[in-house]
């Protein structure tokens, strides 16, 4: 079983900054791609980041320069940290394989004006 557990967000005024993280099981998380994306209420979700396994990374616009994706296999664990935080950001993050369908339960950013 695929289970993806994600953690790390909160409510935050603009400006601010969060370290999200997802603990994954069921897959060899060594192998995979790991991405980011998230879900504003009433929009599609969309995509925010990825990292290979060997390391490289992928960064919607609209995050360039602000969130860094990172890794660590040991913990089976990819992380998103998020700094200079915008209002619209707010939204429900997800991890995911970057080519597989399974999700995680979401952990929820607020972002304050």
């Known amino acids: 079983q695929v289970q993806l557990v994600e953690s790390g967000g909160g409510l935050v005024q603009a400006g601010g900054s969060l370290r999200l993280s997802c603990v994954a099981s069921?897959?060899?998380?060594?192998?995979?791609?790991m991405s980011w994306y998230r879900q504003a209420p009433g929009k599609q979700r969309e995509f925010v980041a990825y990292?290979?396994?060997?390391?490289?990374?992928v960064y919607a616009d609209s995050v360039k320069g602000r969130f860094t994706i990172s890794r660590d296999n040991a913990k089976n664990t990819v992380y998103l940290q998020m700094n200079s935080l915008k209002p619209e950001d707010t939204a429900v993050y997800y991890c995911?394989?970057?080519?597989?369908?399974?999700w995680g339960q979401g952990t929820q950013v607020t972002v304050s004006s």
């Open positions: 069921g897959i060899i998380f060594s192998i995979n791609t």
């Open positions: 995911k394989t970057h080519l597989g369908q399974n």
């Open positions: 990292i290979t396994s060997n390391g490289m990374t």
